[in-house]
């Protein structure tokens, strides 16, 4: 019998720390453009990580992946500015856009997870050209300190980061 309650006990146990971790998961789809969502694509694009301090993001000189050569710091602004500035943030907002019918960042994001090639095949020839120029360094820029060089998300022969 005393057998049988440490078997239920754990097996309660086991259950409560289901719910409890369950209940702890947080939503992390974006609901708008803030210091995260910006820090996020910019560790992605520089391929290092940032500090943010009261929202205020810092460069470190700690690499996300190895020998990967990602673009510097002022191109990935830029593009993400380009992102800010010509596409909604996620599903919601993107029906409350009049006329917009593109891919939204956080659908574009998982899309290019799991299949780069649609993923940037759904993103308009304006968008990707703004794009582009940021990675070329002809497109304007919110400022940085550009401290590398080329990740790519997009298909081999597309030059454009991971958002």
């Known amino acids: 019998m005393t057998r049988r309650r440490v078997c239920a006990g754990v097996i309660g146990l086991a259950a409560l720390a289901v719910l409890a971790l369950g209940g702890c998961k947080p939503d992390n789809t974006p609901t708008e453009y ?20 009261d929202d205020t993001l810092a460069i470190t000189t700690n690499t996300v992946k190895a020998d990967v050569t ?25 029906k409350t856009e009049p006329g917009y019918s593109g891919p939204n960042f956080t659908d574009l994001n998982a899309e290019l997870k799991r ?30 300190s550009g401290e590398s060089t080329t990740t790519t998300a997009a298909p081999a022969g597309t030059s454009t980061t991971g958002a």
């Open 115 to 144: 299949d780069p090639t649609k993923a940037w095949n759904s993103v308009s020839d304006d968008l990707k050209g703004k794009l582009q120029a940021c990675a070329s360094g002809e497109g304007s820029s919110s400022g940085g």
């Open 70 to 94: 990602p673009l510097t710091q002022s191109q990935c602004e830029c593009q993400y500015q380009v992102f800010v500035d010509n596409m909604p943030i996620n599903a919601q907002t993107a």
């Open 34 to 53: 803030d210091t995260l969502t910006k820090q996020n694509f910019l560790e992605t694009c520089t391929n290092f990580y940032f500090e943010n301090t």
